[in-house]
């Protein structure tokens, strides 16, 4: 059984950075892609970042240049880099990983963007 347990959430300041790190237990062998999703009040989930098993990477285009995904796999964790951040960067973010037959979502961490 895969389980994914995001942290580093928090509220910051405009142009502050956060990473968020995503704990990932259990065999995946085999994913995909992994990727970091999230929810705003009233809107749906979105993409923020993606990182396939090949390494190739992209990004929503509101966060390219801001944002960078990772993994490591020494410690079985996939991180989020995430500068000079924004208003609208204010949701909740999930990591996700993408198997042949299944997706698995952690519970999500709250990151707030306020002055």
């Known amino acids: 059984q895969v389980q994914l347990v995001e942290s580093g959430g928090g509220l910051v300041q405009p142009g502050g950075s956060l990473r968020l790190s995503c704990a990932v237990s259990g065999n995946i062998s085999g994913y995909l892609v992994m990727g970091w999703y999230r929810q705003a009040p009233g809107k749906q989930r979105e993409l923020v970042a993606l990182?396939?098993?090949?390494?190739?990477?992209k990004y929503r285009d509101s966060v390219k240049g801001r944002f960078t995904i990772s993994r490591d796999n020494a410690e079985n964790t996939m991180s989020l880099q995430m500068n000079s951040l924004k208003l609208d960067d204010t949701a909740v973010y999930y990591c996700?990983?993408?198997?042949?037959?299944?997706?698995?979502w952690g519970q999500g961490t709250q990151v707030t963007v306020s002055s």
């Open positions: 996700s990983v993408q198997r042949p037959l299944s997706v698995d």
């Open positions: 990182l396939t098993r090949d390494g190739i990477t």
